[in-house]
């Protein structure tokens, strides 16, 4: 039976999120909605924190040790992303704040788009389409706009996760493609056998993939993975997707490898410093770029709000929250 007298805990919702959910926020909660386009400066962020018990934030909001100092009685960050590189998860389990993340409920919308960008890249599709609104199109040609299959070519997966996975079978069930993959664990043969996924080293990914997605996390130890060097390992026939994060990829790298023919396309949701866009990718015609919108259907948007919210609900309840990352 919840304490009515009790006074609702402070929590500051972050990001503008759906006005219902937010609504039905505020009956839980004492609620500071920074209802705003822009996202808070790390100034802003920290004073709207003080005296907060908890936030509602996105992948974008940095959490440091230095802002966990300057706002002493947070105890609770909820995320509305799955992605938490954005969390110094140390420093907050360090000052025994708990941290919980929006996994699963997004990885079905995240893979359809992944597949979508790989598709779009290898068939040339924003290319083709910005020759057409230029009114460039004069006569079908054999050659106009000739870019790679999908059916029956290799798919590359790095990062064999959950959307790693949901990515293989549309490729494998969908599409006709072999299955590689290079991830720090194995998955089970039982998990491998409906795809037909094989485990490969890394260079052997690069090297024999005609499409590789990227789909790892991104951690000190991912930072520019996928560098010059691996690079020069693809096949100049091939695409590169990467809709993990930005820093996983070298841009620069990537834009002179696009730019030089070393590889044939590539899709990006992510970069390295968004919201801008490294100019030389911006200059390469066989790119297609999009704002990190990969779970970004309004039904998966939402169910990510409101895992969001079940996981703050929990914690000030006392009930386990459905997606804590630590303890
Ligand atoms: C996630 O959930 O991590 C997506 O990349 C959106 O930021």
Same mark, same amino acid.
């Given at each position: 039976?919840? *304490?009515?007298?009790?006074?609702?805990?402070?929590?500051?919702?972050?990001?503008?999120?759906?006005?219902?959910?937010?609504?039905?926020?505020?009956?839980?909660?004492?609620?500071?909605?920074?209802?705003?386009?822009?996202?808070?400066?790390?100034?802003?962020?920290?004073?709207?924190?003080?005296?907060?018990?908890?936030?509602?934030?996105?992948?974008?909001?940095?959490?440091?040790?230095?802002? &966990?100092?300057?706002?002493?009685?947070?105890?609770?960050?909820?995320?509305?992303?799955?992605?938490?590189? *954005?969390?110094?998860?140390?420093?907050?389990?360090?000052?025994?704040?708990?941290? +919980?993340?929006?996994?699963?409920?997004?990885?079905?919308?995240?893979?359809?788009?992944?597949?979508?960008?790989?598709?779009?890249?290898?068939?040339?599709?924003?290319?083709?389409?910005?020759?057409?609104?230029?009114?460039?199109?004069?006569?079908?040609?054999?050659?106009?706009?000739?870019?790679?299959?999908?059916?029956?070519?290799?798919?590359?997966?790095?990062?064999?996760?959950?959307?790693?996975?949901?990515?293989?079978?549309?490729?494998?069930?969908?599409?006709?493609?072999?299955?590689?993959?290079?991830?720090?664990?194995?998955?089970?043969?039982?998990?491998?056998?409906?795809?037909?996924?094989?485990?490969?080293?890394?260079?052997?990914?690069?090297?024999?993939?005609?499409?590789?997605?990227?789909?790892?996390?991104?951690?000190?130890? +991912?930072?520019?993975?996928?560098?010059?060097?691996?690079?020069?390992?693809?096949?100049?026939?091939?695409?590169?997707?990467?809709?993990?994060?930005?820093?996983?990829?070298?841009?620069?790298?990537?834009?002179?490898?696009?730019?030089?023919?070393? &590889?044939?396309?590539?899709?990006?949701?992510?970069?390295?410093?968004?919201?801008?866009?490294?100019?030389?990718?911006?200059?390469?015609?066989?790119?297609? &770029?999009?704002?990190?919108?990969?779970?970004?259907?309004?039904?998966?948007?939402?169910?990510?709000?409101?895992?969001?919210?079940?996981?703050?609900?929990?914690?000030?309840?006392?009930?386990?929250?459905?997606? &804590?990352?630590?303890?």
């Amino acid at each position: 039976m919840p *304490n009515l007298a009790a006074p609702k805990p402070r929590v500051l919702l972050a990001r503008r999120i759906f006005p219902d959910i937010a609504a039905r926020m505020a009956e839980a909660f004492d609620l500071d909605y920074a209802d705003d386009d822009q996202p808070l400066s790390p100034e802003a962020l920290r004073q709207r924190l003080q005296g907060k018990l908890g936030l509602l934030a996105s992948g974008t909001e940095q959490i440091t040790a230095e802002l &966990l100092d300057a706002c002493p009685e947070l105890r609770v960050i909820s995320l509305m992303t799955v992605g938490h590189n *954005n969390v110094d998860l140390a420093a907050c389990s360090a000052r025994g704040v708990r941290v +919980s993340n929006a996994p699963d409920v997004l990885t079905e919308t995240t893979a359809d788009f992944g597949f979508a960008l790989m598709m779009a890249a290898a068939r040339r599709i924003s290319e083709s389409e910005h020759y057409l609104r230029r009114g460039d199109w004069k006569q079908w040609r054999v050659d106009l706009f000739a870019g790679a299959d999908i059916h029956g070519t290799t798919l590359g997966i790095l990062g064999m996760g959950r959307i790693g996975q949901a990515i293989a079978r549309r490729g494998a069930l969908g599409f006709g493609m072999k299955v590689i993959y290079h991830n720090r664990s194995r998955l089970a043969p039982e998990q491998e056998a409906p795809i037909g996924a094989r485990w490969v080293s890394k260079e052997a990914l690069l090297r024999e993939a005609d499409h590789l997605v990227i789909v790892v996390p991104y951690t000190p130890a +991912s930072h520019h993975l996928v560098a010059e060097q691996d690079l020069a390992l693809m096949k100049p026939s091939a695409t590169l997707t990467n809709i993990a994060r930005g820093g996983v990829v070298d841009d620069v790298a990537l834009a002179r490898a696009l730019q030089q023919g070393r &590889l044939a396309a590539a899709g990006l949701d992510v970069f390295e410093r968004e919201p801008q866009v490294h100019p030389d990718l911006l200059a390469c015609a066989n790119v297609v &770029l999009t704002p990190h919108i990969a779970s970004a259907s309004v039904p998966t948007r939402r169910a990510m709000c409101e895992l969001a919210e079940r996981n703050l609900l929990a914690a000030f309840s006392g009930r386990p929250m459905p997606s &804590l990352l630590n303890s």
